[in-house]
Nanobody, 125 residues
């Protein structure tokens, strides 16, 4: 059974950093694109970043470019989202997801097939 589990969330002050992890089980993460998404209270889920399975190509939402970095370690069956220079508006539940492809359209339309349960990230002083 395909399962994704996020970890690494929590409370951080503005300007701080967090690294989210997405551990996969039941399948080989190396064959799948991985996306990170987030949903703030009262808002729709939005795409943050994704990384392809083939050439490592990455896409980012404009709101996180230059601050967030997506990566993957296929040997550990885990993907990561390094978040730096965090802002209060980054506060949300963050989800990782797997799909066959990572494209800017699939990221923008939140079109990924398999999802983790989500983890809270709160940026506040």
């Amino acid at each position: 059974q395909l399962q994704l589990v996020e970890s690494g969330g929590g409370l951080v002050q503005p300007g701080g950093s967090l690294r989210l992890s997405c551990a996969a089980s039941g399948f080989n993460l190396g064959y799948y694109a991985i996306g990170w998404f987030r949903q703030a209270p009262g808002k729709e889920r939005e795409g943050v970043s994704c990384i392809s399975s083939t050439d490592g190509r990455t896409y980012y939402a404009d709101s996180v470019k230059g601050r967030f970095t997506i990566s993957r370690d296929n040997a550990k069956n885990t993907a990561y989202l390094q978040m730096n220079s965090l802002k209060p508006e980054d506060t949300a539940v963050y989800y990782c997801a797997a799909d066959l492809l990572c494209t800017i359209v699939k990221l923008a339309t939140v079109d990924f097939g398999s999802w983790g349960q989500g983890i809270q990230v709160t940026v506040s002083s």
